[in-house]
């Protein structure tokens, strides 16, 4: 691994909570905070995480004060203070102080909070879903009128020449 770069990602617990998380996150630099770990409960995912550990695949650092109060301050603003965890928090503060210090991370997450203030704080971040189960979602599209459905988009419904509306059908594997 020398000497190759490695992608620099933040962690949550639901990245350290997944099956093949071992396999999947050698090819990052990863980071996260001591509460994530904490909230690791399972033996079998703890296991994981201390191998992680082991192979300083995984760096835990708590974010500076500074960092964790421009945070809450820009979730106070935005109202997402209130549904935003304390974990949550220090997690987007880690991600704050390494973009500051020069570091370009990517917050791999799928809390909706986290990417919101994620990106209000111009943080790069990820779903992390997507990229480690590969699907392709398929749409459908229904008449907001008479319901009709088409697996294609039209300006109009064939039937009745109102508006179409967009829906998950399903998902495909990749
Ligand atoms: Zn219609």
Known sequence: MEGKSRENVVVDANVLLMDNVVQYLQKYR?????????????????????????LKVLNVINPDRSFIDKVLEIARRSGDISSLSRT????????????????????????????NLASRLNLRWRNVKIDAIKRRIRWRYLCT????????????CRVCGHRLRRE?????EL
């Not at 009128?145 to 988009?153: D, F, I, L, N, Q």
């Open 168 to 172: 998950v059908a399903g998902y495909e």
């Open 145 to 156: 009128a008479c319901g009709e459905e088409y697996s294609k988009y039209l300006e109009e």
């Open 88 to 115: 949550d928090l220090k997690v987007l503060a880690l991600a704050l102080q390494l973009h500051e210090q020069g570091l370009d991370p990517l917050l791999m997450t799928d809390d909706y909070t986290v990417q």
């Open 30 to 54: 990863c980071f996260t905070i001591p509460e994530v770990i904490d909230e690791i409960k399972t033996i079998r995912h703890k296991v994981c995480v201390e191998v992680l550990l082991d």
